[in-house]
């Protein structure tokens, strides 16, 4: 069964940074690209990075892009986001993704608040 | 970016409808079209995948189909559990973007 379990959110100041982490089990992790899609509270769907399944591409939607930097560790199975100078628009419920989007993790809330 | 258009935006029906939910891309997404079902403090759930496959799982009630720019999601018979939000999604061009929702309500 797949599965994939999303750590690391909570309140973070804007201007800080944070760093959220996917472990994946049940697959061949090494043979999947990654996304991570996140849901502002009450809103819809935003897609915000994916890696190729080597970590050799990388893409960004253009409002994280210098922000965000995806990653992952194929020997641990696991997909990383680090958040830098985060802002108050950059709150939402962030979900890890499998491609081509077809499994998800339960998601982590990540609040930025002063 | 390819915008995503999705309607309606609402939509009550009853057990046993036959339901339709649209989305028009705004250019040709060659049916990288994904469907996705939200509920209520859950994660989407990956229903139709490319257009017209159905994910494993997910009972035949539910159908995808379309081309070039217009896609269409089809309940054949409503479902009680059938409830929640509808979202399509393109992954065709970067970046990859999802419609804005159908809400669907069971009367």
């Known amino acids: 069964e797949v599965q994939l379990v999303e750590s690391g959110g909570g309140l973070v100041q804007p201007g800080r940074s944070m760093k959220l982490s996917c472990a994946a089990s049940?697959?061949?992790?090494?043979?999947?690209?990654m996304a991570w899609v996140r849901q502002a509270p009450t809103k819809g769907l935003e897609w915000v990075a994916t890696?190729?399944?080597?970590?050799?591409?990388?893409y960004y939607r253009d409002s994280v892009k210098g922000r965000f930097t995806i990653s992952r560790d194929n020997a641990k199975s696991t997909l990383y986001l680090q958040m830098n100078s985060l802002r108050s628009e950059d709150t939402a419920t962030y979900y890890c993704?499998?491609?081509?989007?077809?499994?998800w993790g339960q998601g982590v809330m990540v609040t930025v608040s002063s | 970016d390819i915008q995503m258009t999705q309607s309606p935006s609402l939509l009550s029906a009853s057990v046993g409808d036959r339901v339709t939910i649209n989305c028009k891309a705004s250019q040709n997404i060659n049916k990288y079209l994904n469907w996705y079902q939200q509920k209520l403090g859950e994660a989407p759930k990956l229903l139709i995948y490319?257009?017209?496959n159905l994910q494993t799982g997910i009972p035949s009630r539910f159908s995808g189909s379309g081309s070039g720019t217009d896609y269409t999601l089809t309940i054949s018979s409503l479902q009680p559990e059938d409830f929640g939000t509808y979202f399509c999604f393109q992954h065709n061009s970067w970046p990859l973007t999802f419609g804005s929702g159908t809400k669907l309500e069971i009367k």
């Open positions: 049940g697959f061949t992790f090494s043979n999947y690209g």
């Open positions: 490319n257009t017209n």
């Open positions: 993704t499998r491609e081509p989007v077809d499994y």
């Open positions: 890696i190729s399944y080597d970590g050799s591409s990388t």
